[in-house]
C-alpha cells in the first residue's frame, strides 16, 4: 500500500480474519457448488492474497512456466462485449493508448508488456449486438469453420449454447494454461467445472467478475443518528448475521413527507432491487446446486438449511414499514445518496457510480446466516462477468494458451492493482475498513452454475422476494423443480457422453 499506516491496517484485518476464519465452522448438510473451500482459495484472480494485493517485489512475483517465444507479429485476437452491455462492456483486454485513465492505461501497459516479450499484438472486436445475437454469430461462424478470434471475453449468462453444443474448448486441455497459478480464479474452477470439464473461467485478466460482486453499503450517518452498532466491528467480530441486520434495519423508518403512507420519498432500513436481495440467501453460505463426488451437480435448494437461509431472508424483507423495493436501480441509489436508506444491495460497480456523492457511506459482504457459519460469501453476479473461452475452431490451442497464460501473469501485477489499489481505494472508497471489507468480498465470492447453464431454479425464484412471502417461493421451488431437474439431467448427458 501507499504508507506503512495502511499496510498496518491490512496486516491486523487480514490476521484477525485467519484467526476467524479458523476459530468458527459450521457444518453444512451439503457443501454447495458455490460455496468456497479453503483449498479453492489459493489464488482466486483479483484477490488472490488477503488484504495485500499491492504488488510484490519483482523476487516474490510468482512468474508463469513459460519460455521465450517469439510468434512473428501473430495477431491474437479477442472477441468481447461491446456497446450494448452498457456499463459491462469490455474494458479490461484491449486500449489504444494511454488516456490517464487507470484501468485503460493498466491495460495498455500489460498489452505493450506481452506484445514486446513474445513479439505479437493485441487486437479485439467488440460485439455489435447483444449477447445472445452474438452468441449466435459465433455458433455460426465455428460451424462454417470460419471463427477468426483466438478467444472471447463474453458474458457469462450466454455461455451454455456454446458451451453444450461443443463451440468451446475444454480448458483443463489446453496446453500452457496453468489454472493453478494465483492469477486464474480458483472460485470460477470451482464452481463452473461440470464433469471435470471447464470451457470457461475468469481470473485477473479481467475486471468484470470482481465490479459485479455483490455487496451491501451503509449510511454511516445514519448509524450514528439512530445509536446502531458499527458494521465494521460486527463484521470482525463474526457478529455480522442476518438476524443482526434485520434489527438495525427495523429500526430505520419514517415517514418523512407526513402523508400517511411509505413511498419513495420516505425513509428505510433497507433499499434495493428485489433480485439483489436474494444475495442474502447466497450470503449465508446457500446456493440451488451441489456437487457430488463426480464433480456433477445436484438440487439441494430444498434442503433445511437452504430453507431456513430462504426464511430468514424473508423474515428480513417482511415489514414494508422498513423495507423498499424498486425496479428502477437509479431510484434506489438515489434514495440512499439522500440519507434515506441505512443499507442498499447492489454490486461493486456501485462505488465507482458514486463518485459524485457526498453520502457517508461503507461496504460491507452480506451477513452470515448465524455466528456458526465458516465465513463471509459474496457472488458474482451473472449479468455483469465475462469468461474467458477457447473457440473450437482455433487451429493453435497451444498458442492461445500460451499467450492467455502470459496476460493473465501480467495482469495480476498491472491490471489487478489498477482496479483494486487505484481505482477503488483511491478515488472511490472513503476509508480504510471499506478496503479491509473489500478483501473479505473478493476472497469469498461464488458463481452460480444453475444460471450459467440456464437451469431455471434461481431465475424462477429471484423475482419472488418482493412478495415478502417464504411459502410463495417454496411452492415455486416445488413446482418448477421437475422442469429444472430435467434440464440439468440434459447438461449432465451431453457432457457424460
Not at 474448448?169 to 470439464?197: F, G, I, M, Q, T
Amino acid at each position: 500500500m501507499k504508507n506503512v499506516f495502511k499496510k498496518s491496517i491490512y496486516i491486523i484485518a487480514a490476521c484477525f480474519l485467519v484467526i476467524l476464519i479458523n476459530a468458527c465452522g459450521g457444518a453444512a448438510e451439503e457443501t454447495p457448488v458455490d460455496a468456497p473451500s479453503d483449498a479453492g482459495n489459493a489464488g482466486n484472480g483479483i484477490s488472490a492474497v488477503i488484504g495485500e494485493p499491492a504488488v510484490p517485489a519483482a523476487a516474490d512475483k510468482p512468474q508463469p512456466k513459460l519460455d521465450d517465444r517469439d510468434f512473428g507479429g501473430y495477431e491474437f485476437h479477442f472477441f468481447v462485449r461491446g456497446e450494448h452491455a452498457g456499463e459491462w462492456q469490455s474494458k479490461d483486454i484491449y486500449a489504444e493508448e494511454e488516456t490517464g485513465d487507470p484501468i485503460n492505461d493498466a491495460v495498455y501497459r500489460r498489452n505493450v508488456t506481452i506484445e514486446d516479450r513474445y513479439n505479437i499484438k493485441i487486437k479485439e472486436t467488440r460485439s455489435p449486438s447483444d449477447a445472445a445475437e452474438a452468441a449466435a454469430r459465433i455458433q455460426t461462424l465455428i460451424n462454417a469453420g470460419d471463427c477468426p478470434y483466438d478467444a472471447l471475453s463474453y458474458h457469462f449468462r450466454k455461455l451454455s449454447p456454446l458451451i453444450d453444443g461443443g463451440y468451446l474448448l475444454n480448458l483443463y486441455e489446453v496446453p500452457n494454461l496453468d489454472l493453478s497459478a494465483p492469477w486464474w480464479d480458483k472460485a470460477a474452477e470451482r464452481d463452473l467445472s461440470l464433469n471435470h470439464k471447464l470451457y470457461a473461467t475468469a481470473g485477473d485478466i479481467g475486471i468484470l467478475p470482481a465490479s459485479g460482486s455483490y455487496i451491501l453499503l451503509f449510511n454511516k450517518q445514519l448509524i450514528a443518528d439512530y445509536g446502531l452498532e458499527n458494521p465494521y466491528l460486527l463484521v470482525n467480530e463474526n457478529k455480522w448475521t442476518v438476524d443482526k441486520m434485520n434489527q438495525m434495519v427495523r429500526q430505520v423508518s419514517k415517514d418523512l413527507n407526513g402523508d400517511g403512507k411509505m413511498n419513495e420519498k420516505d425513509l428505510y432500513g433497507l433499499a434495493c432491487m428485489g433480485f439483489n436481495i436474494s444475495m442474502l440467501y447466497h450470503g449465508a453460505g446457500q446456493n440451488v446446486v451441489a456437487k457430488d463426488e463426480n464433480d456433477l451437480p445436484k438440487l439441494i435448494v430444498d434442503t433445511p438449511l437452504s430453507i431456513l437461509a430462504l426464511e430468514r431472508t424473508i423474515e428480513l424483507l417482511s415489514d414494508k414499514q422498513t423495507v423498499f423495493f424498486s425496479g428502477d436501480p437509479s431510484m434506489i441509489q438515489r434514495i440512499f445518496e439522500e440519507n434515506r436508506a441505512l443499507f442498499m444491495a447492489e454490486v461493486l460497480q456501485l462505488v465507482a457510480r458514486m463518485r459524485a456523492s457526498d453520502v457517508n457511506f461503507g461496504i460491507l459482504p452480506h451477513p452470515k446466516l448465524d455466528e456458526s457459519q465458516d465465513k463471509y460469501y459474496s457472488k458474482a453476479s451473472h449479468n455483469a462477468s465475462s469468461m474467458i473461452c477457447i473457440p473450437t475452431t482455433n487451429l493453435d490451442p497451444e498458442r492461445t494458451g500460451f499467450i492467455l497464460e502470459a496476460l493473465c501473469a501480467e495482469s495480476m501485477y498491472t491490471l489487478t492493482p489498477a482496479f483494486y489499489d487505484i481505482t477503488l481505494e483511491g478515488k472511490f472508497l472513503r476509508d480504510e475498513e471499506s478496503s479491509a471489507m473489500l478483501d473479505i468480498i473478493l476472497r469469498n465470492r461464488m458463481f452460480t452454475i444453475d444460471q450459467m447453464y440456464d437451469w431455471g431454479m434461481i431465475s424462477s425464484i429471484n423475482g419472488l422476494y418482493e412478495k415478502r412471502d417464504a411459502t410463495i417461493i417454496m411452492s415455486t421451488i416445488e413446482r418448477v423443480k421437475p422442469a429444472v431437474q430435467a434440464k440439468m439431467d440434459e447438461t449432465i448427458n451431453v457432457h457424460s457422453n
